[in-house]
């Protein structure tokens, strides 16, 4: 069994995935922090993400201990994934990695997996698909809210453009460009709190579950 979650940044498709993975006992996995360890692998070389060569070189030579450095939640990594996303060699080195995941979860009875492009590439016969989605201004304000308990200096007119920039470079590169599956159940949460958003994920996932 298979969920898959898209959406763009701070939609809270992190949070409902986890909550999700956890009620239904599957492994999760944050496809984003994925692409932002290869972003970061580059970047702290000094050099820029957008490089087609070196994201490529970073996105094979990728270990799992990448994916728990302690820099990859900041905006900077959020940029260079972002950046490093746009490259098709960047994606398609990392296409395996997730679907064994997919299809053999460490806990073998099923996996979450969230991202851009989880229902329309990676898992495109997923038989739950999830797109969660809300208005930029919301999504910047809880941008802030987490940067900020998180100690941090954040402003809310850069934090909603550099969103802008981010959402836009997602949604209009040729390669799994952010667009909702076919299929997606498509789940506003300009208006929910985290638990009503999962009240609506979780119907949604029961109707579609095979009864036992
Ligand atoms: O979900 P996130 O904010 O951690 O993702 C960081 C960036 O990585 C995002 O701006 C685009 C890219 N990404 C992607 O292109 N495809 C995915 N499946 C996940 C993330």
């Known amino acids: 069994m298979i969920i898959a979650i898209d959406g763009p940044a701070a939609a809270g498709k992190g949070t409902l995935a986890r909550r999700l993975a956890a009620e ?10 994925i692409y932002r360890a290869v ?5 702290r070389t000094g050099a820029d993400p957008a490089d087609p060569a070196l994201a490529a070189d970073a996105a094979r030579a990728l270990v799992p201990a990448d ?3 302690g820099d990859l939640r900041g905006d900077d990594a959020a940029q260079a994934a972002s950046k490093v996303a746009a490259i098709p060699e960047v994606r ?5 990695f997730q ?12 996996a979450v997996l969230d991202g851009r492009d989880i229902g329309t590439v990676v898992c495109p016969d997923a038989p739950i698909k999830l797109f969660v989605t809300a ?14 308990q998180r100690g941090l200096i954040a402003i809310q007119e850069t934090v909603l453009a550099e969103m802008r920039e981010r959402d836009t470079r997602d949604s209009s590169r040729s390669v799994a460009p952010l ?8 789940l506003d949460t300009t208006e929910l709190d985290a638990d009503a958003a999962f009240a609506a994920a979780i119907g949604f996932v029961r109707s579609r579950m095979p009864v036992d």
């Open 24 to 33: 239904l006992a599957f492994d999760y996995l944050d496809t984003g922090q």
């Open 39 to 43: 972003g970061m692998r580059v970047a």
């Open 67 to 69: 994916l728990h450095a």
């Open 92 to 96: 398609a080195a990392l296409l395996d």
């Open 99 to 110: 679907r064994a995941f997919a299809a053999r979860p460490p806990g073998g009875s099923g």
């Open 135 to 148: 208005s930029l201004e919301k999504r910047a304000e809880r941008r802030v809210k987490e940067l900020r």
């Open 179 to 186: 667009v909702p599956a076919d299929d997606a159940f498509v």
